[in-house]
């Protein structure tokens, strides 16, 4: 498929692996990320992989002449991904203003040249916690939106209703994909999660405790209402969730929109409890993990896990990668990084 995809946020996490998956499927990519909170190493990663240098706009988003820019360079774009975004739940809660500032302004942005300049086709990187706690498990996609538990999920629930108003107003074509808990890395490990600080995500948390980076780690509450007394989450491989991302967008561009939904889940659709992630962890990657039990932290969830048949049925999409891929890919890529660093 020989089309133009605009990724925001190409150098993030999720942004890298999907940037790789689209290069993969025939798909011409333009990156806009500004780096605040990704490192351009990873472009290095992705050219290892695909053997394409990637054009990246670093500007910020959060600038209407930033956007502009790149339309008019590339009045061509048949689709877009917007990842750009900040992600951090409890820095949210501390720094709103910087959340609704940033999520929302890059979002309006686009939208508007997107209406200037006639594209169309705009993929939304939302998440799980728009759901805030669910009434039900698995959560699907009717479940009602809850009020937000942070800024943050805030900023996702107000940026799919921008995008359904805009809908409305002059027809955007667009989806929202509500990710679960992304997690593992490339299977080369050229490329996987670099968080620019101590990282706050289980998975990364216990690979750099596994290589001895980080001293230990705590498990936020043990006295839970669940089997093992921890927090239960639908942890995907970030694999699959690149690939989602092309699914959606073949989807879009090929098929009328009666023919599918706006709204898709994207988790592996089983919940999984931290302890049995750490003791998975340890098992298939043969360590024993430094790890204590500590406090619940606030503003966590019990338990949450999505129902992704939706996905599966409509989008021509599978997932390929098991909860014991996800563990060994993360440990495998922070292990490449540790050596690399050295
Ligand atoms: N956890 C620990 N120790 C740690 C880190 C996490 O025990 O050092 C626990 C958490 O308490 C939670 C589970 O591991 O029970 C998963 O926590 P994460 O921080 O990895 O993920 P969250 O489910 O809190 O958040 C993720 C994304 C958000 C997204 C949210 C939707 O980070 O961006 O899912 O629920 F909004």
New binding site residues.
């Given amino acids: 498929m020989d089309k133009k995809v605009l990724v925001t946020g190409g150098c993030g996490y999720i942004g890298s692996h999907t940037v790789v998956d689209l290069i993969e499927n025939g798909f011409e990519v333009v990156v806009a990320d500004n780096l605040s909170r990704s490192n351009p190493v990873v472009f290095e990663g992705i050219e290892a992989i695909t053997g394409r240098k990637v054009e990246n706009f670093a500007g910020d988003l959060a600038e209407p002449a930033v956007v502009s820019a790149i339309f008019e360079k590339h009045p061509d774009i048949a689709g877009i991904i917007h990842f750009a975004a900040y992600?951090m739940?409890g820095e949210s809660v501390l720094e709103p203003y910087m959340y609704y500032r940033n999520n929302l302004n890059s979002l309006l942005n686009l939208l508007e040249a997107c209406k200037q300049f006639g594209l169309q086709n705009f993929v939304f990187s939302s998440?799980?916690?728009v759901y805030g706690n669910a009434d039900a498990l698995p959560v699907n996609e009717n479940a009602p939106i809850k009020d937000a538990e942070s800024p943050?999920?805030h900023t996702k629930q107000i940026g799919e209703q921008i995008i359904e108003q805009c809908n409305a107003a002059y027809d955007l074509n667009y989806m929202l994909l509500r990710y679960f808990?992304p997690a593992g890395a490339h299977p080369s490990a050229l490329i996987g999660e670099l968080p620019i600080d101590r990282p706050?995500?289980?998975?990364p948390?216990i690979t750099k405790t596994a290589t001895g980076e980080l001293e230990q780690?705590?498990?936020?509450?043990n006295d839970y209402p669940t089997e093992d007394g921890t927090?239960i989450?639908d942890y995907i491989h970030v694999m699959d969730i690149a690939a989602a991302h092309t699914a959606a967008l073949k989807t879009m561009l090929t098929k009328p929109s009666s023919e599918w939904s706006r709204v898709y889940n994207l988790g592996a659709g089983e919940g999984k409890s931290?302890l049995e992630a750490v003791q998975t962890f340890e098992k298939i990657n043969g360590i024993k993990l430094n790890y204590r039990f500590a406090e619940r932290?606030a503003g966590?969830?019990i338990a949450?896990y999505g129902d992704n048949k939706k996905a599966r049925e409509e989008l021509n999409w599978e997932l390929k990668y098991s909860f014991e891929d996800i563990l060994k890919s993360a440990y495998d890529w922070e292990v490449a990084l540790k050596e690399k660093n050295q």
């Fill in positions: 992600k739940v998440s799980c916690s943050y999920a808990n706050q995500n289980l998975v948390y780690l705590s498990i936020f509450g927090c989450r931290v932290r966590d969830v949450i």
